[in-house]
């Protein structure tokens, strides 16, 4: 009995230093492999830095911490992302998901100086070698937006980031996929007849196409010309008396402007009449004629609302529901 007992001590002491060795090589690998990962995203032209990082989470877990984390890039737009601290950490059996947590909250900065939207705790995974390559969610929490985003509220935002391990080839493959969800989204101002509050957005869809590195201009151009577009899978919104939802293509004319092909569905059209109106982007007169031919075509929908399913078109700077035109859109520079 007694030599099975050393027996066992003795192997479980093996295993025990094995299993340290086996954590200090890795660990060692994860921080070594840390600048390289930071020096290639740079010569993608991204900002990756930060103050200060460490490995820990023996015996359980590998764990990097970022003090001062900061990355941006200037592609599709211009942006800054910092966390005064940011953690990831992985089970040793499982490396390629990594829980990712940023406790005192997180920023991003928009190109204008003061224009940020700041959470005020971010948390989410980052899932490597699925089928679609690269899958990162994150969830926020009490957003709040400062400089022109001001009074900006936002109680709860999901997002999923979905990075396909090749880069596209044609206009066919896939960039990445996006999804964003944002509830009780407070806004700065009333926009009548809606309101200030919006329950719920919904923005799901993935990017076709290589953009070219060089002037986001000049890379737009080039995406269009290789017959890159945005497929739209899901849009929804719910915001006072309005829910509508929509799906289809969107793309860049022959001026960098954006078109589209979709289908909405919408209950409570009549709203949307109402609020460009009310911010001048349609004559009173032009309104009355588009409620009375939108109204002609709703129908009863399971739950006896009227509802309209109606072709939705970005054309000519302009937003039409059906045949009707109901809004102007703002002109793009890309600069």
Known sequence: MRRILIATLVLLAAAAASYTGYWFHVAGRLRAGVEPWAEARRAEGYTVRWDAVSVGGFPGSFSLRFAGAVFGGSRPLPFQIAAPLLSGSARPWNLKRWKVNAPEGARVDAPSEGDAIAAAALDGTVILGTEVGTAIDLVARDVAGSGAAAGLRIADAEARLTLPERAPASHQDTAFGAA??????????????????????????????????????????????????????????????????????????????????????????????????????????????????LGLMAKPSADGRKQLTVPLRLQNDRVYLGPAQIAALPRFTWD
């Open 180 to 293: 964003i969800r944002l509830a009780k989204m407070v806004l700065p101002y009333r926009v009548p007849p809606f309101g200030s509050t919006v329950e719920a957005l919904t923005l799901a869809g993935t990017f076709k196409g290589a953009l070219p590195r060089g002037k986001l201009r000049q890379g737009l151009a080039a995406w269009r010309d290789d017959g890159g577009t945005i497929e739209l899978e899901v849009g929804s919104l719910r915001w006072g008396p309005l829910a509508a939802s929509a799906n289809g293509t969107l793309a860049l004319d022959e001026v960098l402007q954006p078109i589209g092909a979709m289908t909405a569905t919408i209950e409570g059209h009549n709203a949307i009449i109402d609020a460009f109106v009310a911010n001048g982007s349609l004559r009173p007169g032009d309104a009355s004629f588009a409620k009375t031919f």
